[in-house]
């Protein structure tokens, strides 16, 4: 069993930041990729940001820039800092690991940008 429990989701102002957090825990082996999806309503979700465990990153385009992931392997744990929010950035963020048992994903933490 593994579990991903996401924080630091909110309510800013555009322009603002926040930095999500997400902490797996359970039967964690060989983590591969951990990562970061959004859905915003009435849209797919989408892959905004991953890094491998080499610390090789991708980044969606709407986000270069803005964004940044990190991740602590001695923590299972995988960052997603937010800079220059927008409206366009609301949405429900979910946390990702993909192992060779998974992938496994969290249960969301909303992420609303006001104008």
């Avoid at 992931?69 to 946390?95: G, H």
Wanted: glycine share 12%; hydrophobic share 35%.
């Amino acid at each position: 069993q593994v579990q991903l429990v996401e924080s630091g989701g909110g309510l800013v102002q555009t322009g603002g930041s926040l930095r999500l957090s997400c902490v797996a825990s359970g039967a964690i082996f060989s983590i591969n990729v951990m990562g970061w999806y959004r859905q915003a309503p009435g849209k797919q979700r989408e892959l905004v940001a991953a890094i491998s465990d080499g610390g090789s990153t991708n980044y969606a385009d709407s986000v270069k820039g803005r964004f940044t992931i990190s991740r602590d392997n001695a923590k299972n744990t995988v960052y997603l800092q937010m800079n220059s929010l927008k409206p366009e950035d609301t949405a429900v963020y979910y946390c990702y690991l993909d192992m060779a048992t998974g992938p496994y994903w969290g249960q969301g933490t909303q992420v609303t940008v006001s104008s």
